[in-house]
């Protein structure tokens, strides 16, 4: 069973607009979720996490949005760059899981010149 | 520079041969675990350590084992390797915060025949 779920495997925006990355989640105890990107060849990088008391999350052109009751959250980056295209990763954790993160498929963006 | 290294980064190996992916960390980190990425499955944690000697399950730990001897080590050994364990596989470490930002290795591409 997927607790974590990112249902668009891939997206594509033009450079300068928004991209609106996706990830709903099953289990109600996660409490922390994070968002990791990954270029080809290299391991994923931290770019964004949120704590489940707090419903936004800005850093610079990145921001993730939670939404408790729809067990959804979202990473929206503004303005899109061509230098973010890559693999991104939502993740979970619950407290007490003993540092256990759960990770979503991934979704594919590719911003286009 | 704060890193997590991982080596080899490109194996190929036959079924049954022993190998060790070796990882390290320079950020004096307590918390260690490794993963595996499989096309369309996401990450998915194999095993985690919360501290030197303290080493536990995570949720695909059939076929492999591993120690952690000292804090900044903490290989990942195939006894037996078989096909199905051809994969990416990711270590990765974090600060003893409960959930939190973990950090990547480059990856080990490693395939069985």
């Known amino acids: 069973d997927q607790q974590v779920k990112q249902n668009s495997p891939s997206l594509s925006v033009q450079e300068g607009r928004i991209s609106i990355l996706n990830c709903d989640y099953t289990?109600?105890?996660?409490?922390?979720f994070l968002w990791y990107k990954k270029y080809p060849a290299e391991g994923p990088t931290f770019l964004i996490s949120i704590s489940s008391i707090k419903d936004k999350n800005e850093d610079g052109r990145f921001t993730v949005f939670l939404n408790k009751s729809a067990k959804h959250l979202s990473l929206h980056i503004v303005p899109s760059q061509p230098g973010d295209s890559a693999v991104y990763f939502c993740a979970a954790s619950e407290s007490g899981s003993n540092y256990k993160l759960t990770f979503g498929k991934g979704t594919l963006l590719t911003v286009n010149p | 520079e704060a890193q997590v290294t991982q080596n080899p980064r490109y194996l190929i190996t036959v079924t049954g041969k022993k190998l060790t992916v070796t990882c390290s960390q320079n950020?004096?980190?307590?918390?260690m675990s490794w993963y595996r990425q499989d096309p369309g499955l996401g990450l998915r944690q194999i095993y985690y350590s919360m501290n030197v000697e303290v080493t536990d399950k995570g949720d695909v730990p059939e076929g492999y084992k591993v120690s952690r001897k000292e804090k900044r080590n903490f290989p990942l050994i195939l006894e037996s390797p078989s096909p199905n364990q051809t994969s990416l596989y990711f270590c990765?470490?974090?600060?003893?915060?409960?959930?939190?930002?973990?950090?990547f290795g480059p990856g080990t591409r490693l395939t069985v025949t």
């Open positions: 950020m004096n980190h307590e918390y």
């Open positions: 289990n109600s105890m996660f409490d922390y």
């Open positions: 990765a470490s974090s600060f003893s915060m409960g959930a939190g930002e973990q950090y």
